[in-house]
């Protein structure tokens, strides 16, 4: 079995910062890839980034040079530092782990950019 925990998600003012965390634990493949989702009622859940556990990243168009994925290979753990935040970028953040053709999901944490 395989766990996914996300921690890290708030209320914060459009401009400021935020950095979540995910943890994966369980059987997890050494070759893997994690990343970050986002969905909003209504709305499809969409990609925010990407890392694989080689190193290669991958950024949605709208969060390119404000949010920085990275990861901890030996912890199995992804970070997502969210700098510039905009109120178009509030959602629940989704953090998920693929390997062998399977995904697994967290249960999510919930980012709100208002003033």
């Known amino acids: 079995q395989v766990q996914v925990v996300e921690s890290g998600g708030g209320l914060v003012q459009p401009g400021g910062s935020l950095r979540l965390s995910c943890a994966a634990s369980g059987s997890i493949f050494k070759f893997n890839v994690m990343g970050w989702y986002r969905q909003t009622p209504g709305k499809q859940r969409e990609l925010v980034a990407t890392?694989?556990?080689?190193?290669?990243?991958n950024y949605v168009d709208s969060v390119k040079g404000r949010f920085t994925i990275s990861r901890d290979n030996a912890k199995n753990m992804v970070f997502l530092q969210m700098n510039s935040l905009k109120p178009e970028d509030s959602a629940v953040y989704y953090c998920n782990i693929e390997f062998l053709s399977r995904a697994y999901w967290g249960q999510g944490t919930q980012v709100t950019v208002s003033s």
């Open positions: 890392a694989t556990s080689g190193g290669s990243t």
